[in-house]
């Protein structure tokens, strides 16, 4: 009985302990991240714009950030094209960062069961990884639509499917599920341990038995 005992006194302190470090987590988090939420929004946008414009082949007029809004300008930088394309994408930071601050809350609930801290950098990389993509999917496709219907680029139905596909499912799957996706991936890798370099010992040669002298008979 008191060992059932202690194993539920035991398991009860472990639940409070984890519920308060995600509540404090995420309190902490969500303060901090409305602080730095536009940097990393204008990071996140200017890599997945200027990728975007060289795979579409065009140039970026300007990058403003207004607020919460991201607006990015796009021309086209070939000359002699009977139709030239300038546009402008807003692309609202929220819509990719809001579930940030509960993916930290849940990063930080599994820090006392994750044997390996590096795994958190494998976290972080792919919740980067995600909002990149969100970026660079919601630029892809609107770009394709716009230069397909001014018949700059003719990419064909197949791609036009494959680009809303792509963003359709970053937007309303990955996206929304990311802290779920991130926690799924800390709980099945909690167990994982850091391999260390063992460094081999030196063989230390054995020195020979020295032969005793003969003691000399008087």
Same mark, same amino acid.
Request: glycine fraction near 4%; hydrophobic fraction near 50%; avoid cysteine.
């Given at each position: 009985?008191?060992?059932q005992?202690?194993?539920?006194?035991?398991?009860?302190?472990?639940? %409070?302990?984890? =519920?308060?470090?995600?509540?404090? +987590?995420?309190?902490?988090?969500?303060? #901090?991240?409305?602080?730095?939420?536009?940097?990393?929004?204008?990071t996140i &946008? &200017? #890599?997945?714009?200027?990728?975007?414009?060289?795979?579409?082949?065009?140039?970026?007029?300007?990058?403003v @950030?207004?607020?919460?809004?991201?607006?990015?300008?796009?021309?086209t930088?070939k000359?002699?094209? &009977?139709?030239? #394309?300038?546009? /402008?994408?807003?692309?609202? %930071?929220?819509?990719? /960062?809001?579930? =940030?601050?509960?993916? !930290?809350?849940?990063m930080? =609930?599994?820090?006392?069961?994750i044997?390996?801290?590096?795994?958190?950098?494998?976290?972080?990389?792919?919740l980067?990884?995600?909002?990149?993509?969100?970026?660079?999917?919601?630029?892809?496709?609107?770009? /394709?639509a716009?230069? +397909?219907?001014?018949?700059?680029e003719?990419?064909?139905?197949? /791609?036009i499917?494959?680009?809303? !596909?792509?963003w359709?499912?970053?937007?309303n799957?990955?996206? @929304?599920?990311e802290p779920?996706?991130?926690?799924a991936?800390?709980?099945l890798?909690?167990?994982?341990?850091?391999?260390?370099?063992?460094?081999?010992?030196?063989?230390?040669? @054995?020195?020979?038995?020295?032969?005793?002298?003969?003691?000399?008979?008087r």
């Amino acid at each position: 009985m008191n060992n059932q005992n202690n194993s539920k006194q035991s398991v009860k302190s472990i639940i %409070i302990k984890t =519920a308060v470090i995600f509540v404090v +987590a995420y309190i902490v988090s969500l303060l #901090i991240w409305l602080l730095i939420k536009g940097y990393y929004g204008m990071t996140i &946008t &200017t #890599i997945a714009s200027y990728l975007v414009s060289l795979l579409k082949g065009l140039d970026i007029t300007e990058i403003v @950030r207004n607020k919460d809004i991201i607006s990015v300008g796009f021309i086209t930088n070939k000359y002699g094209l &009977t139709q030239v #394309i300038k546009t /402008t994408i807003d692309i609202p %930071i929220s819509n990719y /960062t809001f579930n =940030a601050p509960l993916t !930290f809350a849940i990063m930080a =609930a599994f820090y006392p069961f994750i044997k390996s801290k590096w795994l958190y950098l494998e976290a972080l990389i792919i919740l980067v990884v995600v909002h990149f993509l969100f970026v660079f999917t919601l630029e892809g496709q609107k770009l /394709t639509a716009v230069m +397909a219907a001014q018949g700059i680029e003719n990419p064909g139905s197949v /791609t036009i499917i494959f680009w809303e !596909f792509l963003w359709g499912f970053v937007d309303n799957m990955v996206v @929304r599920f990311e802290p779920f996706l991130i926690g799924a991936y800390l709980f099945l890798l909690r167990n994982k341990v850091s391999v260390k370099k063992v460094k081999p010992e030196k063989s230390v040669p @054995r020195q020979a038995p020295k032969k005793k002298k003969p003691k000399k008979k008087r």
